[in-house]
């Protein structure tokens, strides 16, 4: 589907009030599958695309082509192309970032919000040293060149260490992911995410910042197992919701949560929606 300059995979199924679904890094559509075919059978149009730089999505080859306002361009080109004037929204991790910003910036667009694993920037930066020290990967990530020498060496030894978990689609998750980074130029696309949109000055920061707040009703859902992310930087994304706030967390589920707590996922935003 050619969107905002590039050709993205986009794959929908379904009918009836239409929700989007935002994959983060380094996935693709098939990370929502479970959901999809949930909210499908829940009546709902689904939408979801392979975001610029992974699946078989074009990759551009700047890091300018990551930033923050072009992905929001992407899923506004996307929901033009479906004749949308507007959606249900519910991202994962990069997703997640991209989904608060789309509330943010495009709030005429967006219905409902749900949110997996990552909360608001502001409460991102109130959240304490714990989640500073969990995601001291956001600075190592900064350095071209470095993390794609040291994430492949030894059949991707690191990133399966720093991507493992003990959940039973563990394994297989990491061996998808694997494949998809393999392919020529994918571990840098995925990359640049973070290189467009985090810098080392906002990584030090220490005072919550004001403001932009969403104005739709919004889910959270955090899982216990999150080896990257605190549960704090999520509920204290309340305080940037102007609207109906709901918080769940999932137990026994790692960061993966539509993979590792699927049937959870799926009837928490079934329910969310309906």
């Not at 239409?18 to 929502?32: A, E, K, N, S, T």
């Not at 992407?74 to 519910?90: M, P, Q, S, W």
């Not at 690191?158 to 990491?174: T, V």
Request: aromatic share 10%; hydrophobic share 45%; proline share 6%.
């Amino acid at each position: 589907m050619p969107v905002n300059g590039i050709e993205l995979n986009v794959a929908s199924a379904g009918s009836g009030p239409p929700v989007i679904l935002l994959h983060g890094f380094p996935d693709r559509w098939q990370l929502w599958r479970h959901q999809l075919q949930a909210l499908v059978q829940a009546g709902h149009q689904v939408i979801a695309p392979d975001l610029r730089g992974f699946g078989e999505s074009d990759r551009p080859t700047e890091v300018a082509g990551y930033r923050m306002p072009t992905l929001i361009g992407d899923v506004v080109g996307i929901l033009k192309a479906f004749g949308l004037d507007r959606a249900d929204v519910i991202g994962h991790d990069w997703g997640a970032g991209l989904a608060w910003q789309l509330a943010i910036h495009q709030p005429a667009l967006v219905n409902r919000l749900a949110v997996l694993s990552v909360g608001h920037g502001g409460s991102s930066v109130a959240a304490g040293i714990e989640q500073k020290q969990l995601s001291w990967y956001l600075l190592w990530f900064q350095v071209p060149g470095v993390a794609e020498r040291v994430l492949p060496a030894n059949d991707w030894d690191f990133f399966r260490s720093w991507a493992g978990s003990d959940s039973p689609d563990g394994s297989a998750r990491i061996d998808r992911q694997v494949a998809d980074l393999s392919r020529p130029g994918a571990l840098t696309a995925g990359l640049n995410w973070y290189r467009a949109n985090i810098s080392a000055e906002r990584y030090v920061l220490t005072e919550t910042p004001t403001g932009p707040t969403v104005s739709c009703p919004t889910l959270a859902i955090w899982s216990s197992g999150d080896r990257f992310l605190n549960e704090a930087q999520l509920t204290g994304s309340r305080q940037f919701v102007k609207a109906d706030w709901r918080y769940e967390r999932i137990e026994d589920a790692d960061h993966w949560i539509p993979v590792s707590a699927p049937r959870r996922v799926s009837e928490l935003l079934v329910d969310f929606l309906s």
